[in-house]
């Protein structure tokens, strides 16, 4: 099945502790990106990857990393967590290309304390 | 002006009504258009793209007019089911395959 994975799904954690969320993609996509979704602000880009070892910055990417050492995987790291990074995050993904549909994971809700 | 704006709604329709939103956005030189669907808490589902000669799925038309920059989703005969929050996105300036999201138009359709 086609699909995109994050792990964990979710996660209550304290201010200062390093942290990954995982994301996965089998459907062989060049383009993946994080976002992070806070009521009233709406679907915020993190960052984004075009490809391996090619990533940028989006709209909110402070206190923030991101690797793509592998097409299929785009782990998002949380260095030093604070708690207005509580929020629920998504991954997507999506071929390069027109149209370029974007498919996302089911959701990461983080809460940092 | 934001790049990407939506009528957050509610709006509240009886089953089997009509309903239509738009979404407005800033980037002339856009050229992709979509509308997801999103359900709470839930990941965002694309509904359909939006084609400049517009196109529509069953019950639901999506248009896209380029004179006033805004996308139109209408959906017919409303189900209980579509209620949902409903997402535009349009790629972004200067970077082709990023997307910028509206917040969203919250519908609730009712028995």
């Known amino acids: 099945e086609a699909q995109v994975t994050q792990n964990p799904r979710y996660l209550i954690t304290v201010t200062g502790k390093k942290l990954t969320v995982t994301c996965s993609q089998n459907m062989n996509h060049e383009y993946m990106s994080w976002y992070r979704q806070d009521p009233g602000l709406g679907l915020r880009q993190i960052y984004y990857s075009m490809n391996v070892e090619v990533t940028d910055k989006g709209d909110v990417p402070e206190g923030y990393k991101v690797s793509r050492k592998e097409k299929r995987n785009f782990p998002l790291i949380l260095e030093s967590p604070s708690p207005n990074q509580t929020s629920l995050y998504f991954c997507a993904s999506s071929f390069v290309g027109q149209p370029y549909e974007q498919y996302f994971g089911p959701g990461t809700r983080l809460t940092v304390t | 002006r934001k790049e990407v704006e939506q009528d957050p709604g509610p709006f509240n329709v009886p089953e089997g009504a009509t309903v239509a939103f738009n979404c407005t956005y800033s980037?002339?030189?856009?050229?992709?258009f979509f509308w997801y669907r999103q359900d709470c808490r839930k990941e965002p589902k694309l509904l359909m793209s939006v084609y400049s000669s517009g196109n529509e799925d069953g019950r639901f038309t999506a248009q896209l007019n380029r004179a006033s920059q805004y996308i139109s989703l209408l959906i017919r005969d409303s189900k209980l089911s579509d209620s949902a929050t409903y997402l535009c996105?349009?790629?972004?300036?200067?970077?082709?395959?990023?997307?910028?999201f509206g917040k969203g138009t919250s519908l609730l359709v009712t028995p």
């Open positions: 980037n002339s030189a856009s050229q992709s």
């Open positions: 996105a349009v790629n972004k300036r200067n970077s082709g395959y990023a997307l910028n």
